[in-house]
């Protein structure tokens, strides 16, 4: 078994990383505006399950376009309100079908993520070939719509393949998200050229929160601020908070009225850094330490 992308040097985050404006909390919106190819499905459903023994689905196909023709639209209409900048994960075939809203969620200066092709196009699953070949259309597709090429990628699943990173920077991405193993960036250092890894926090995703545990939206919003207002009683730490909504799941009016909630308190505490992972990835270079204690080799 190919081990997940061994041969990279890493190089951390400063000890004394502040955010701007000596922020201590970022927090990134993350919008998933996903689709499935004709032949697959959402693997979650409003009946809990998709069918057994691969037979096609049309409830959980149902539910899972949802997202695109509606949901993820109306949770980017609920940040705008707010004045909060997404990060918009973004399948290439919604690129394709829908360019005119990948197009003004550009202009609104949201930053456009590159999510594969479709929402079921797993790397490890696929051959180097289809994994080079979702990258490479997802990034053309993209372009066309917005005009620029996007600078960040996040794998369906959160999960790259083997060597999904060295396509990403032979594509010229400046970083990716397919990360879990740390708090805060770090840079990846391929012969190919670097790379920014800015890890996902887990702990506020509506799909695991409603489907998996079946926890109600107010428990979402009491959850967030619950952990916020613990972590700013702990000792100073420099962290990242992800808030992911699903326009397939939060992006229905009974839930995402708590997406609105969370963005707009956020929005009135001075102390978070509300940003992109763009934002995140750029100052991140801007601070990057050259100290040899915070490089080391990946194993």
Not at 1 to 15: G, I, Q, T, W
Not at 153 to 166: A, E, Q, Y
Not at 198 to 221: C, E, K, W, Y
Not at 271 to 290: C, K, M, P, V
Request: charged letters at 20%; glycine letters at 8%; a negative charge.
């Amino acid at each position: 078994m190919k081990s997940f992308d061994a041969a990279f040097e890493r190089v951390s985050a400063p000890k004394d990383l502040l955010w701007p404006g000596d922020r201590r909390i970022a927090v990134v919106f993350n919008v998933a505006y996903e689709m499935w190819t004709s032949d697959a499905t959402s693997g979650v459903g409003p009946m809990g399950n998709v069918l057994a023994g691969g037979v096609f689905d049309p409830n959980a196909d149902s539910y899972g376009k949802y997202g695109a023709s509606v949901g993820a639209r109306r949770l980017l209409k609920i940040a705008q309100r707010n004045g909060v900048v997404a990060s918009v994960l973004t399948s290439g075939m919604v690129a394709e079908h829908h360019p005119e809203p990948i197009k003004q969620i550009s202009d609104g200066g949201h930053e456009v993520v590159g999510h594969a092709y479709a929402q079921n196009f797993l790397s490890p699953t696929m051959t180097a070939d289809q994994d080079a070949t979702s990258i490479t259309r997802t990034t053309r597709l993209i372009e066309r719509a917005t005009g620029a090429r996007p600078e960040g990628w996040i794998s369906p699943r959160v999960t790259s393949g083997p060597d999904t990173h060295r396509r990403l920077i032979e594509h010229g991405y400046s970083w990716h998200g397919d990360a879990l193993d740390d708090d805060l960036p770090y840079l990846q250092r391929y012969p190919e050229g670097d790379i920014v890894a800015i890890p996902m926090s887990i702990d506020f995703n509506d799909l695991p929160h409603a489907m998996r545990f079946g926890r109600t939206p107010l428990q979402f919003v009491e959850m967030f601020f619950d952990a916020l207002d613990a972590i700013q009683k702990q000792p100073a730490e420099t962290v990242i908070l992800d808030v992911f909504a699903h326009g397939h799941c939060y992006g229905r009016p009974a839930a995402a009225w708590a997406i609105d909630e969370i963005l707009k308190r956020c929005a009135a505490h001075d102390s978070l850094w509300i940003t992109t992972r763009s934002g995140i990835a750029e100052h991140f270079r801007a601070n990057l330490s050259d100290n040899p204690e915070d490089i080391r080799r990946n194993p």
